[in-house]
Nanobody, 123 residues
Framework: QAQLVESGGGWVQPGDVARLSCTASGPIFSIYAMAWHRQAPGKQRELVASITSANSTKYTDSVKGRFTISRDNAKNTVYLQMNSLKPEDTAVYYC?????????????????WGQGTQVTVSS
């Protein structure tokens, strides 16, 4: 089945930038909405940004003006460009995607999640 593999996490200093990538693999018929979530230590997972198949985007208030979500449909990939990073951005970032895939002679559509990538912002 389709899987999501993330990359780009790591340790950065406040004010630095990072770029996360998430690529879907496996048999894919179509990818609809894609999104990035994050979970900070001791907190609930929150939706950070989402993007539809028509490139309509939404962001949580705390990242507006700093983060940009984008997608490359030919590469089955979603990106999260993170600028002006703050310590409060420290979290495990998870990508997810609404994917339809071949299932026998039919199609199966559901959400898939990446394994998460750690982003640590500290001096």
């Amino acid at each position: 089945q389709a899987q999501l593999v993330e990359s780009g996490g790591g340790w950065v200093q406040p004010g630095d930038v990072a770029r996360l990538s998430c690529t879907a693999s496996g048999p894919i018929f179509s990818i609809y909405a894609m999104a990035w979530h994050r979970q900070a230590p001791g907190k609930q997972r929150e939706l950070v940004a989402s993007i539809t198949s028509a490139n309509s985007t939404k962001y949580t208030d705390s990242v507006k003006g700093r983060f940009t979500i984008s997608r490359d449909n030919a590469k089955n990939t979603v990106y999260l460009q993170m600028n002006s990073l703050k310590p409060e951005d420290t979290a495990v970032y998870y990508c997810n995607a609404d994917i339809s895939r071949p299932f026998g002679m039919a199609m199966s559509r559901r959400d898939y999640w990446g394994q998460g990538t750690q982003v640590t912002v500290s001096s």
